[in-house]
């Protein structure tokens, strides 16, 4: 990988700070009763989120699915309309009819989060298709879980996208689990990435997902060439989510044991320690950083607070295009 500039290293540290101190404050919103509906969290798979998307250009797509606000947050989404989207408000980025769930920015490159387990599959070769058709140079990061890979839409969208040859990169986040049922489970095959020689396009493991520049890394290699029009890559990223499946999940079936694990993992820390023993960033600089995001979030906190409840009139607009 090129040397990365100490500017683009912070950046990638204040969003994996963003997105978990993002999310643990609409936890807390959520047991006060601020926002509407289920959420889904990215805590624990920041790395994943954050490696997959740096190394993309202005003008590449994403689609998302439930569990998107690492991915939202990682293509530069306005925090406090986001904040203002999760709780229900007009001056959300959706305008508070979207939520956690459906967010999209798609200035910002985000076509959307989806409720629907494969949903952002077809969305994503068809915004690839459309690339390829006008020479854009662009292309599209689909993002799904290990179990949107048993999705029909899963085999229909990969097996179109490799005969169109289509300028698209398949993300897994394999956190080992589709709400309760272990990904081990319900797949013979040992990985995800296997899944893409059935295809005949390349499958590509990322073993530590959690390891901010291991991701970085591979993605940017990837990206490199798909942009080259050398088609599809299924690519394998192994994390983990901190928290429930969403906030409706007492999460009985993983052990204490098994989760804090995989906190002694933590993607953030290890980024940290990478950068002070490198000596590539100072500790007071990096506590400043985090320091920010919470004031930040508070702020999207406040402004998301004192945004209006949308009108009953606006659940009739944005429904048809003129
Ligand atoms: C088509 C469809 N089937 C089932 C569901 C219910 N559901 C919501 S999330 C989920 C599990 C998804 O697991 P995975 O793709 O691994 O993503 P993760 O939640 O682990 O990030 C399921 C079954 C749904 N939303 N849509
Ligand atoms: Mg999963």
Known sequence: MAKLKKEELLEMYRKMEDIRNFDNKVNQLVRR?????????????????????????????????????????????????????IMGKANGV????????????VDAGN?????IVGGGMGIAIGAA??????????????CFGDGATNEGS???????????????????????YGISTPISSVMRTKHVYERAAAYGVPGVFIEDGNDLLAVRETMDKVIKDVRAGKGPVLVEA?????????????????????????????????????????????????????????????????YGRKGPEPSPESAFEDIFTE
Not at 70 to 83: E, R, T
Not at 133 to 139: C, F, Q, R
Not at 246 to 271: A, H, N, Q
Request: proline share 2%.
């Open 94 to 105: 959706c305008k508070g009819k979207g939520g956690s769930m459906h967010i999209a920015d």
């Open 154 to 176: 899963f085999h229909e969208t990969l097996n179109m996208a490799a005969i169109w040859n289509l300028p698209v990169i398949f993300y897994c986040i394999n956190n080992g």
């Open 238 to 302: 192994i994390s983990y989510r901190w928290y429930g499946h969403s906030t409706s999940d007492p999460g009985k079936y993983r052990t204490k044991e098994e989760v804090d694990e995989w906190k002694k993992k933590d993607p953030i820390l290890k980024f940290r320690n990478y950068l002070l023993d490198k000596k590539l960033a100072k500790a007071e600089e990096l506590d400043a950083i985090e320091a920010a995001s919470h004031k930040a979030i508070d702020a999207a906190v406040e």
């Open 129 to 142: 298709l459309t690339q390829k058709m006008k020479n854009t140079g662009k292309i599209v990061v689909c």
């Open 111 to 115: 076509l959307g989060a989806n409720g």
């Open 33 to 85: 009763g601020e926002v509407p509906g289920m959420t889904h969290f990215s805590v624990g798979e920041e790395a994943a989120n954050v490696g997959a998307i740096a190394g993309l250009e202005k003008g590449d797509l994403i689609t998302s699915n439930h569990r998107g606000h690492g991915q939202s947050i990682a293509m530069g989404i306005d925090l406090n309309g986001m904040m203002a989207e």
